[in-house]
């Protein structure tokens, strides 16, 4: 049959990192294409997304969810075409996405999964890239746990990142201050010149908590937390009485084996400054997800929410491509185009 | 005027402790009685409350409120009578409370006062005890912050404290299964026997880690939290999803100078639990302290709170007392009899 492969290649859990990811984390390995039982679907990769969470499902620590096992393909969100179907829901042609594999093809009964029609004015990678996880975290996390309100300060660290650099898009549409602390003076002017935060702090050359104290005299009263260490620390310091701080990501923590990250050093200013820190899973809400993606493409088309794509083509870079998110190498949202769009 | 003393004794903050209190840190000095101004009154301390918080006043930290200044008299909850008055609000003989200072006699204007006309069953001791600090505090922690659902287990630590021995007991009104963590054998059983604790845990003879797991084997709900460090972390491991962690105190930082102690070590399940973790200040809330009290006094009443009272004789005795706080010494509320019950 046409247009169907012999062998399906796919990253591999090769072995556990003890701290940064390295070469031999993943393997890419080639295995025979099964024969696709009654239910399954064969599924053409497209474009695979790289959240920073990656890591977390390559510890052995007790998270949100199973981690991924050694021996196993490395899971991720992917968007593709049914190319073969024995399911009547997902019919050959049909994009579907879902939580899947590092894989140019994939094997699934389609559980989890959901079909992709289309959104006018956005081309997939634009649809996949921003709604799939960044767009509904940006949301969840601000305007649900964080309940901003008009003259509120906001900071957000890794605010270049795909989540951060929504976040405080949204926190200017719901009439906020937005800071943004990034990793370099081409990522801070980006935030400020394009994306309308009022202000941004390269924590590689500036003194964060100097910086805050200056941006923020009367205090932070929203810190979205992508980053975690000395970066959350310097936010706890400068909290406002009454502050929310929303743990969205400790990425600087995640290459920390078992429990040896040091915890944030300001923590009693959960008293001093009668703090609420709460953290959140975007997969908790994927139910929610039609309403949040009303919100966000409503922002989208008005050109009130602006981003943009770091795509990486080629599987066979994905494995070199995920460490970026933990060097701060990407620009934008991280994604690895493994197929043609077009069907 | 028969019953107005020359001087007025007080414990003054003489020297910034470095770490755990010494007996330098507070001074018994006697300076001569003030003329009243109009608008003074001169009170007659009866009995003073010693309260956790009262090291974080000695620090030079960012606080939840302005901290004692070195040379000032030491500052706390006090009750007292009338004995010379100038303001009509408060007339000779009248019982005042208020946040004031440790001294035999102290000279007011009556700001932040408040009259106490007692409370029908409860002698004087147990009123102040239970319902200035104490008993709101709980309350407010656990119900209006935890939100305890029936089922929900609550896990209290300092549970044989003045606030820990009360939430066990709300918890229990609400429904909850209570674990309380305390450092004696004696107090431990104090809490299952007396209180109606479901459990405790001696964190000095047993390890804490295992006991919760053997105790919570589906996780806490709640974590009511008196103390930090070691005994928080153990709590982080064990919170099940959507856990809310109660900052009420960290006493086992206080006595860390500036930014020197450690975060919380399992911090990451905030994010890998979505966990709630939220502090708050009693100070805050005086304004509803009828509505609180109206609980506390129904349950007292009812037997389903009950409490006892740590009472240390004499002024001069206040500083040493102080300490046992840290060290666990106290057993029940502590408190200082500054002067007769009676007028």
Not at 18 to 32: E, F, H, I, N, Y
Not at 132 to 142: E, F, H, I, N, R
Not at 264 to 280: A, H, Q, S, T, Y
Not at 283 to 304: I, N, S, T, V
């Amino acid at each position: 049959m046409s247009g169907i492969p012999n062998a399906i290649k796919s990253w591999y859990f090769a072995e556990r990192p003890k701290g940064d990811l390295d070469d031999t984390t993943l393997a890419l390995r080639t295995v025979p294409l099964p024969e696709l039982a009654d239910g399954e679907i064969l599924v053409r990769n497209i474009y695979l997304s790289l959240d920073a969470t990656n890591r977390v499902w390559l510890s052995d620590w007790d998270s949100y969810m199973e981690p991924v096992r050694l021996g196993e393909p490395m899971r991720g969100f992917i968007i593709g075409e049914v190319v073969h179907s024995k399911n009547a829901q997902f019919p050959k042609g049909a994009l579907v996405s879902g939580l899947s594999s590092w894989s140019d093809y994939v094997v699934t009964n389609g559980e989890g999964f959901q079909t992709y029609t289309g959104i006018a004015g956005l081309d997939l990678a634009e649809a996949f890239g921003i709604l799939t996880v960044a767009g509904p975290t940006a949301y969840v996390g601000l305007v649900e746990i964080g309940q901003p309100k008009p003259g509120d300060t906001v900071v957000v660290t890794a605010a270049a990142g795909a989540v951060g650099a929504l976040v405080g898009q949204i926190a200017k549409i719901y009439g906020c201050r937005a800071i943004g602390i990034a990793g370099s003076a081409e990522k801070c002017a980006w935030l400020t010149r394009e994306l309308g935060y009022d202000a941004a702090i390269n924590y590689r050359t500036e003194d964060v908590d100097k910086r805050l104290a200056e941006l923020a005299p009367d205090g932070i009263d929203i810190q979205f937390e992508n980053v975690g260490g000395d970066i959350l620390d310097s936010g706890l310091k400068h909290m406002k009485n009454g502050g929310r701080v929303i743990i969205c990501g400790l990425i600087s923590t995640y290459n920390s084996p078992g429990e040896t990250a040091p915890g944030p050093k300001m923590f009693r200013n959960v008293i001093m400054r009668r703090l609420r820190i709460e953290g959140f899973v975007i997969l908790d809400y994927l139910a929610r997800y039609p309403e949040f993606h009303e919100k966000l493409l409503g922002w989208m088309r008005d050109g009130r929410l602006k981003y943009r794509l770091h795509v990486v083509d080629g599987l066979e870079n994905a494995a070199g491509a995920l460490k970026l998110l933990y060097t701060g190498g990407n620009h934008g949202k991280l994604m690895v185009k493994i197929g043609d769009p077009r069907a």
